[in-house]
């Protein structure tokens, strides 16, 4: 069975293409100093030079290496998905695992917060956020996945309160298994599918916010980004120099969201138990 | 029956209840947090912006804007009264500023949701009776790559193509300012400068609504009643149409209510892109210029709309699909 989803993994081409995009993207921002020897915010070149051998994508109009600036941007805005993908699946595996597995008062409790937290339509909170507060950015990152974790969580706890009634874990309730041996356990690793639809999902998410934001100039504009580069370029636009400044940016913008999501696309028809086994009852 | 009803009503009701919640809490963090902000925070704020330059009596009259303790309920009650304050950059009534905003935004949200909704929804329904054909397979390889287009991109791309480059539509504005037109001439204007941004927007939503159509058709379809309807014989437009494709609207619907917040924000973007002249400009301008009151009260309006939005499509959905009370008793 698992092999079987392997393979069928690999053969994906959706996948195979998510994956090899993201290995690039990877790289580019873990030894992407090392490619490029100017420093982001060094604003030491003449200003909107155009692309030459040093400067392979020119300079922008404060005098800054549009190149290492773009390496730099891709890395912040990989950063912030990432961590905030973590942190929203952390917690929404945690409530979602509890609620399903205690029910009750406390999955009452739980459900009805997310329920709460589902409606409050995050972007807006993260602009407000942001305007009055002007956080760091992996803060908000932090932010954004407190209040994105309840559609993990509601998939999660779906889950949990059908695995909860499979042999297995009726078994280990027999032999006296504790609540947290149980779900650290049986439950915790039998859902690991989900947790890769999750993650990835909310990590496309948090980027595509990251870039919202960072356009309409709610991030520090010290601290390089994608949207920010676009947001300064498309200032500039009626020069001749959108091909070289404008582009790069919206170009590595497109593929980073594209790599996540086809992955998730190709995630989800692979894993989901839900598309597998009934698909499209998605009233959970 | 009875029981089932009754519970229905519960789920529903429970659901309207946390709408409302929300909503509260929205209001409530934007009453609370200003009052959060340190003390000398109108220094902090506007003395690294080179845009803006406060007079001393501003200074004071912001200060004191955000130190007032009004108490959660005079907040509420202004916030229904219109008054939401004074904007700094533009010196007059933030609620005027927004009621300008507001019709160009609500123009190209509707207008691009039609149209992505009625485009995403026939090409699903088309995709999924084509199964495995080659005009599906290039149609879904078409939907996913465009899914991953955010609309900056788009926006920044059509922008360069068809205004800068070809210069066939205006980069900027919603009509040509003191050309004095008749009306028709007037709307085929405004039709000229929405076309651009309207397609960034259509886009963007179209691909979710496409993907989402053809898997829940893929489901419908396979069901016995339509193997009924082909062996009576029916046409094949009358089959999809008129028996599966109501079913697979559903789903839609809900999509909808849940994803309009992203929608909003996304329209938001496109606007600044082609400097079109709704909420997003506004907001875009009022961050620019650091202008508290106005970046506060957009937030909050449109939050509070979303909200309202999503509780009338909740209620639309029970009437459209009887099914729905089954869904609820899981």
Known sequence: MHINAKKKMLR?????????????????????SA????????????????????????VNDCGQDIFAGLICAVRNTVLFGLTCAAVSLCIGVLIGLTAGWFGGIIDMLFMRLADVLLAVPAIMVLILISALFQPPPLTLAV????????TISKAIRAQTLIVRESPHVRAAVQMGAGNSYIIFRHLLPELFPLYLIGFSGKCRMAMFMEASLAFMGLIDPGRKSLGMMIHYALKYYYLDIWWNWLLPPVLCLSLLIMTVTFIVISLEKMLDPRLRENFGESSA | MMLSSRRFTKKRISLLLAYSLSALLMIWLSYLLPSLLPGDFVTAMYSTSEDVTLTAAQESELRAYYSQDTGFSEYLLKLIRLDWGNSYAFLTPVSELFFEALPWTLLLLVSANILAALTGFIAGVEAAFRRNSRFE????????????????????????????????????????????LSFQAWLLDVGHHLTLPLASLVIAYFPGNFLLTRTSMIMVISQPYIKTAQAKGLSGLRIRYAHAARNALLPLVTRFGLRLAFTVTGAFVVERIHAYPGLGTLLFNAIRLRDLPVIQAIVLIS????????MVLELVYAYLDPRVQDAYQR
């Open chain 1, 12 to 32: 994906d081409p959706w996948l195979l293409t998510g994956g090899i995009l993201f290995f690039f993207f990877a790289t580019a921002s873990i030894f992407g």
């Open chain 2, 137 to 180: 397979r290039s149609l879904v390889s078409c939907g996913t790559v465009l899914e991953g287009l955010p609309e900056i991109c788009t926006g920044v791309i059509l922008l360069a193509v068809f205004s800068l480059y070809l210069g066939w539509f205006p980069a900027a504005g919603a009509e040509t300012a003191y050309a004095e």
């Open chain 1, 35 to 58: 490619i490029c020897p100017h420093d982001p915010s060094a604003m030491e070149f003449t200003p909107l030079s155009s692309p030459c051998a040093v400067h392979p994508l020119g």
């Open chain 2, 303 to 310: 939050s509070i709309m979303v909200l309202a939005m999503i």
């Open chain 1, 143 to 150: 932010i954004l996945a407190l209040l994105i974790w309840p």
